[in-house]
């Protein structure tokens, strides 16, 4: 499947497990998917590989690289570490996210997310800041209420959880107009998976939903279809499907 709108991009979110495996799957994705021009990487602290080491892998592929930034990880003090590698390696766009939160009986006295986005605004402004959107950690007026925050402090747009549902996209598409979205998309193919979304991420899946394969791929061609007359992007996220399998019912011609 063509992209009909040249200003939709599509990218790809890989997680950083190891070295070789990561450069692998980057390999693979540019090989296979001509449509995918980006490779967005997750800060997950059980792994070796900080999110802006895998951009610099995915590089050698692909014009842009997005690395997660978890704020809650960033210093008190006004730097920005990851930046000289960020400048070094062209990499001109970064997703800042919360990061997790605090176990029960712990408290979180780090940087949030505004601080964070105000602190690129300042010392980086070259440096394009998206901000995250949650549709399901609150109600709606709460969530856009905080995204508008965000926009505020200086992001340029926001990257969504998954959706899983047309008509809570259109919702908030609706109230997003004229803002850079970058959609979510990831497929649950087990009913385990289905209830840990449901269970973690306070998902609420729609009664259509079916924990197939070829599900999730007519529902991600529905939302290219969306994404083209919006103008906007989609990332997916194929965390426990092997990411060739997912993108070829989505992405074939």
């Not at 856009?144 to 402090?153: G, H, S, T, W």
Request: proline share 7%; aromatic share 10%.
């Amino acid at each position: 499947m063509s992209l009909r709108n040249a200003n939709c991009r599509l990218s790809v979110e890989l997680v950083p497990r190891d070295v070789e495996v990561l450069k692998d799957e980057i390999k693979r994705v540019h090989q296979h998917f001509p449509q995918i021009t980006t490779i967005n990487i997750p800060d997950l602290v059980r792994y070796p590989i900080r999110s802006w080491d895998g951009c610099v892998l995915a590089k050698d592929h692909f014009s842009s690289a997005i690395p997660h930034l978890r704020a809650m990880d960033m210093p008190e003090q006004p730097i920005l570490p990851m930046l000289d590698v960020l400048d070094a390696n062209g990499i001109t766009e970064v997703l800042v996210i919360s990061g997790d939160e605090p176990v029960a009986g712990e408290v979180h006295r780090g940087p949030d997310s505004l601080e964070i986005i105000q602190r690129f605004k300042t010392l980086a402004p070259h440096i394009k800041v998206y901000a995250a959107l949650d549709p399901y950690r609150t109600n709606i007026q709460h969530e856009l209420a905080y995204a508008q925050q965000k926009l505020e402090a200086g992001a340029a747009g926001l990257f969504t959880q998954p959706f899983f549902d047309h008509r809570l996209m259109q919702i908030y598409a609706d109230q997003l107009q004229g803002c850079a979205v970058w959609w979510g998309l990831s497929p649950v193919v087990t009913e385990a998976s289905k209830n840990y979304w449901s269970r973690v991420n306070r998902v609420v899946f729609p009664a259509s939903f079916q924990a197939d394969l070829a599900w999730n791929q007519a529902f991600a061609r529905d939302v290219l279809d969306m994404i083209h007359e919006m103008g906007h992007h989609i990332y997916f996220m194929p965390i426990r499907v092997p990411v060739e399998d997912y993108l070829a019912g989505v992405l074939a011609e």
